[in-house]
């Protein structure tokens, strides 16, 4: 029996115990109620993390509808190997039974995937937003899409050290990520790795970089730029750079009297560092200027009431050579003893909480302030704290009526925390005088002339003034800066309602001798007579010029346009001008001169910061005789200030030098008839109207004038400026001067028998120009000497000898090149990097090859004519016999560049052997076509030759181009060679066409002050480039400006400069005759 009772209280024992059935499978799993399946998803890119959140289960089973195995996890993270929709299964289990739920999750594309704005770098997390190698973080930020619009912070795990693999390099991916972000819509987003804030240890590392060299420590440097490291330590191989510290030590404020060291060794040891001073503290002392190494030990001391600075350069160098270059300051604040409490004034009475602001003067290198204040009487202070000097309390409800506060203020600054005394103020009605108007009549006088000032009074207060009394007062301040009381009216028994005004007149007499500008204010109830809410309205001030003359009318509003186009407020000044003013003052007008009368004499504002225009106004002040405004930033056109309404009779210097003014030197400068001296220099002017007198002293050297892009070629059509063809010497509006290049120091554009001709000084018989290169010329001679002006040369791959066409030439001359055979090479520069078609570092045979197929890949050119150079014999090509046959007179033949129609290039024959023959074909729609080089330059010799079989029935030459060993054309005809007049001229949509006669004429306007005329060919090379000027209205023959032109196709380009605008015009000419 009791072996019965043992068993039953064995098999009921879970029951007893725990009240709940038994899962003998899970005998540790006691469950009363069905469990509640329930889950949520945390999702980037194809990483999921799935929250469990069931209810009364202790086994869990996720089927992520992948097909991958079943997860027993309670919170898996499962990773998707593609894109697609996926249904999600959670079964949630207990002893009673179980639940399952169903979700869908959606694995976006790779080309969808984004970044997070928050994600970690840690790799022993498992979190779904965290990234375990620098190679997946960088590969994300390379695939930045445009449209990511938030800053990216990366929490870097502490105690952790992180490398790239060995396949990626920083120094070339960091151009990808700086692209990328800045295509990205929100340009100013940072990239933030940081070390993690949530956790203790070592500052993480980051090995970016294998070796510490100049091109790695640049690229970093670029890289911060748009991506900041905060708390790491960044390595270049074994070398740490401690990033961390460098905010440290590029800024401090310390408190006057402080000892400061700048330890920029512990930045990265591996630098040496020198360092200099680069700034003049106005009030610091105790500083070191220069140094080695570290900055140890400075006792800095700032005696004034003004934050100093000291800027230190500082330059990081590794084996001698300089890696980067840091700005260092050191802001020293000088102690303050207090805090100068303003508003509520002692005693002060404010009306309402909406108007109580409290206020105090603001403290030198404060970084925030608090406001304490209370009742009086009680014990307790309220307390906010504000960042700038003035405070609308946020608790309103504190400040209750016909009760007084106190109040006072604390400062917390480099040198400690300062305190302010306590004010005290009461919560109450009152009145309030306020000025709101001051004025004075006449604003200039002269000495013994009565001035009166007049004052409109308003009490802006709550409360209405009921028969009071007090006094206002007119004051003048002395040299010392101390006031005296000249007049006072006393306002007796005086009633003013809220928001009434009265009116207060003071008449004095000026001193009987000049003075400076005097000043005077009026402080009203100024005996405090009149308890009020405040008295920091109660005065205003004015000043009053006594001079002994005014400026005249006229020259009074010129200056005063001057002041106010040329942004007079910026100038740098010890004094700006009081354009509200017309007298004479010796405190008032610097930089101008004035005769007894007033008249203006002398405008010398160089190097003042004008910014703007120059009115045209200046050049009719009648006595101006100087005029310096050189050194400043004025533009508009010369053209719009200089005009035919000039009326300074007096002026013999003009500086206008140094500024950005555009346009041209318009005629009207001559009708400034004592004009002796006009400095134009460093602007941006482009032409010149007229020639002007000899007598004048001119300087318009270093002009800054942009033209248009050139082909590069032998003879270049640069598009001279005017400014750059006048000679001031020989008055001449028609001389060309030579010009240097910036590109090359040798380098030159040489005026030589109608045209331009690239030279090299030292007789070097190459250039190497990248196409497109920017380049800018500076004019050599002439009265614009060291004019320069930027534009951008091109040329076609292939072009050699710069003759602005690729053809069977350019191999040759490539050839002789390479042969270092300077007598057939030097009659014309070889363009290098044209040459260099198989883009290596070499000029070689490879490079031939690579320009033959160019040729090839183009129709072939026929620009000779057909006649040879001296007018009688001509080089024949005609198939014979099943013969290409060659019956030259001329010179050797060593390249050639034939078109056959009816015959394939398997269907010929050459009949020259040997390895000294470069023989390419390429088949044509109608036949074939080839070129022939010899290596060894003997070439084809004169007579007449056999060539190649050619099997064909109808076999004929439809194009051909010889050149001979100095890589020159050989004239060629062959049967059915046309003569180039008699091709039809190329279509050219909505360009009027004209053909060109002994009377072709354009139209000129009323009022047109200069003409360009410039002239292309159809294949875009500029042919002509002419500028006209003094041209008179009505009809203009064209046909000295483009004679000499072969017969052909062209395209006129006529622009037309007057006052108001540019007239342009485009025509197509064919030239028959």
């Known amino acids: 029996m009791k072996n019965l009772i043992i068993i039953l209280m064995v098999a009921l024992f879970p029951t007893w115990v725990w009240g709940q059935s038994f899962d003998p499978v899970n005998p540790d799993e006691p469950s009363t109620v069905l469990p509640k399946a329930d889950f949520y998803t945390n999702q980037y890119k194809s990483r999921v993390r799935f929250g469990n959140q ?57 080309e ?64 990808v990520i700086i692209r990328k972000i800045k295509e990205i819509s929100n340009s100013s987003i940072k990239i933030k790795i940081v070390a993690d804030s949530y956790s203790s240890g070592s500052i993480p590392i980051l090995t970016l970089w294998p070796a510490l060299t100049k091109a790695n420590f640049d690229a970093y440097k670029d890289l911060s730029e748009y991506m900041e490291f905060s708390n790491v330590v960044i390595k270049f191989g074994d070398i740490p750079y401690s990033i961390y510290r460098e905010d440290e030590l590029e800024e401090e404020t310390i408190c006057s009297g402080s000892s400061v060291s700048r330890y920029f060794t512990n930045l990265c040891s591996a630098f040496t560092y020198d360092w200099k001073l680069v700034n003049v503290p106005k009030y610091i002392t105790g500083y070191k200027e220069t140094g080695i190494g570290n900055i140890q030990n400075m006792t800095l001391l700032n005696a004034s009431s003004e934050m100093d600075t000291l800027v230190y350069e500082v330059r990081f160098r590794k084996d001698n050579e300089i890696y ?50 209370r009742e009086v ?72 002339q009565e001035f009166t000032f007049t004052a409109t009074v308003r009490n802006s207060g709550t409360e209405a003034i009921s028969a009071a009394s007090w006094r206002d007062g007119l004051y003048e301040y002395n040299d010392t800066g101390y006031s005296s009381l000249l007049q ?23 001193p009987f001798e000049e003075g400076e500008e005097l000043r005077y204010y009026i402080y009203v109830n100024d005996n405090g007579g009149l308890r009020e809410m405040t008295r920091l309205n109660n005065r205003d001030s004015l000043m009053v010029t006594v001079a002994l003359v005014t400026i005249p009318t006229s020259e009074y509003k ?29 405190s008032n007008w610097e930089g101008v001169t004035f005769d007894d009368e007033g008249h203006v004499l002398k405008l010398a504002l160089s190097g003042k910061n004008l910014i703007g225009t120059i009115p045209a106004e200046i050049f009719t002040l009648p006595y101006l005789r100087e005029l310096d405004l050189s050194g400043n930033r004025l533009s508009g056109k010369l053209e719009k200030v200089i005009t035919d309404k000039v009326s300074a009779d007096s002026l013999r210097s003009i500086n206008l030098g140094n500024n950005q003014i555009t346009g041209y030197i318009p005629k009207e400068v001559n009708l400034l008839k004592k004009l002796n001296n006009l400095q134009l220099s460093k602007n941006q002017i482009d032409s010149i109207e007229a020639v002007l007198p000899k007598v004048l002293s001119l300087d318009i050297t270093s002009q800054t004038i942009h033209i248009d892009s050139i082909q590069l070629s032998v003879n270049p059509q640069l598009q001279i400026p005017a400014i750059c063809r006048y000679d001031h010497e020989s008055q001449s509006l028609g001389v060309y001067p030579d010009f240097t290049t910036s590109y090359s120091s040798t380098l030159k554009f040489e005026y030589n028998q109608g045209r331009y001709a690239i030279k090299d000084w030292y007789g070097a018989n190459e250039v190497k120009i990248p196409s497109g290169q920017a380049l800018t010329i500076t004019q050599a001679s002439g009265s614009a000497k060291g004019s320069h002006s930027p534009f951008k040369v091109f040329y076609d791959q292939g072009d050699a000898n710069m003759d602005l066409v690729v053809d069977v030439l350019d191999i040759p001359h490539t050839l002789n090149y390479i042969m270092e055979d300077l007598e057939h090479t030097g009659y014309v520069i070889f363009n290098y990097n044209a040459a ?234 064919y030239i028959s005759k």
């Open 488 to 510: 006072s009216k006393e306002q007796e028994s005086k009633s003013l309602e809220v928001d009434g005004e009265y009116e207060v007149k003071f008449t004095i007499k000026a």
């Open 112 to 175: 969808n995937w984004y970044m997070g704005n928050n994600v970690s770098l840690d790799r022993n997390s498992k979190d779904v937003y965290n990234y375990t190698s620098l190679d997946d973080l960088f590969k994300d930020l390379e695939s930045l899409p445009y449209y990511h619009w938030n800053d990216i912070t990366v929490n870097v795990a502490r105690q952790q050290s992180f490398a790239f693999s060995s396949s990626v390099n920083l120094t070339e991916l960091k151009d």
């Open 324 to 373: 980067y270059t840091m700005n260092c300051k050191i802001a020293v604040c000088p102690k303050t003893e207090a805090v100068t409490l303003v508003a509520p004034a002692k005693d002060d009475i404010v009306s309402s909480r909406e108007d109580l602001l409290f206020s105090w003067k603001p403290v030198v290198g404060a970084s925030g302030y608090t406001l304490y204040y």
């Open 558 to 586: 010129a200056l005063c346009a001057l002041y106010q186009s040329a942004k007079g407020e910026e100038w740098y000044l010890n004094k700006r001008w009081n354009i509200e003013s017309c007298a004479v003052s010796r």
């Open 54 to 110: 069931s209810k009364d289960a202790s086994r869990y089973e996720w089927d992520f509808g992948d097909g991958s195995a079943i997860s027993k996890e309670k919170s898996p993270l499962h990773i998707y190997e593609k894109a697609g929709t996926y249904k999600v299964l959670l079964t949630a289990m207990n002893g009673l039974g179980k639940d399952t739920l169903s979700h869908q999750v959606t694995i976006e594309p790779v």
């Open 836 to 1069: 260099n078609t198989f883009t290596d570092k070499l000029i070689n045979v490879q490079d031939m090859v690579a320009t033959v197929n160019i040729i090839l890949g183009a129709p072939l050119a026929m620009r000779s004519s057909l006649r040879s150079a001296n007018g009688e014999e001509i080089a024949h090509l005609t198939v014979e016999d099943g013969y290409l046959v060659l019956d030259n007179p001329l010179e050797p033949v060593v390249a050639m560049d034939v078109s056959l129609k009816g015959v394939k290039s398997d269907r010929l024959k050459l009949l020259f052997q040997g390895d000294n023959l470069m023989f390419t074909t390429r088949d044509t729609d109608e036949g074939t076509r080839f070129i022939l080089l010899f290596m060894d330059r003997a070439g084809i010799s004169t007579g007449k030759t056999k060539i190649m079989e050619v099997a064909g029935t109808d076999v004929a030459v439809t194009g051909a181009m010889l050149s001979d060993k100095a890589a020159k054309e050989i004239p060629v005809t062959f049967p059915g060679k046309k003569d180039p007049e008699e091709g039809t001229p190329m279509d050219i949509d909505t360009i009027d066409e004209a053909v060109l006669t002994n009377l072709f004429q354009i139209q000129i306007p009323e009022n047109v002050h200069l003409i360009k005329i410039s002239l292309y060919g159809l294949n875009g090379r500029l042919v002509v480039n002419k500028e006209l000027m003094g041209v008179n209205a009505g009809g203009y023959s064209l046909r000295e400006v483009l004679s000499g032109l072969s017969v052909g196709t062209y395209v006129l380009h006529v622009g037309m400069w007057t006052d108001k605008d540019v007239i342009e015009k485009k025509i197509k000419l």
């Open 377 to 448: 009487g009680t014990e307790a202070f309220y307390s906010e704290y504000a960042k700038e000097a003035s405070l609308k309390p946020y608790y309103t409800s504190h400040f209750e009526y016909d009760k007084s506060y106190e109040w006072k203020v604390e400062v917390y600054t480099p040198c400690g925390t300062i305190s302010s005394e306590t004010y005290t103020f009461k919560m109450s009605h009152a009145p309030d005088l306020e000025i709101v108007s001051f004025s004075v009549e006449p604003q200039a006088v002269k000495p013994g």
